[in-house]
């Protein structure tokens, strides 16, 4: 049976945030509003502090954002990875966090990071 990918399909049926975030990531890092904002996703009332689950989350990001975000927000995970100072996905291993916790913001203050400047 042969399969076929559309990548382009694919990043276009993301949420407008999801893309957003992905943007981001392409700039230079003094220009990326979640390593300038960090301090303010930390801070935030909306910040949650989430121990870490190795059986589900060891190396898998991707995974942590699924189950806190839901399907279409699991690539949300590099302002995961930058509010949590994790260098790689390979890093996503509970004793890259102090006290086995990740940090993890609401989508509402995601998207309010977004629309700064």
């Not at 890092?29 to 935030?44: D, G, M, S």
């Not at 060891?58 to 995974?63: C, F, G, K, T, W």
């Not at 890093?91 to 609401?106: G, K, T, V």
Request: with cysteine; proline share 5%.
């Amino acid at each position: 049976m042969p399969s076929t990918t559309d990548l382009r399909g694919f990043i276009n049926s993301l949420p407008t945030a999801v893309k957003s975030i992905l943007k981001e990531y392409d700039k230079l890092l003094t220009e990326n509003r979640f390593f300038k904002y960090k301090e303010y996703l930390l801070n935030h009332d909306d910040t949650k502090s989430v121990t870490f689950d190795q059986n589900r989350w060891e190396y898998r990001p991707h995974m942590f954002c699924f189950e806190q975000y839901g399907e279409s927000y699991q690539y949300t995970y590099p302002v995961i990875l930058t509010l949590n100072k994790i260098r790689s996905i390979m890093e996503f291993i509970p004793s890259s966090f102090e006290d086995s916790i990740i940090y993890a913001p609401s989508m509402s203050v995601i998207q309010k990071v977004l629309e700064k400047k």
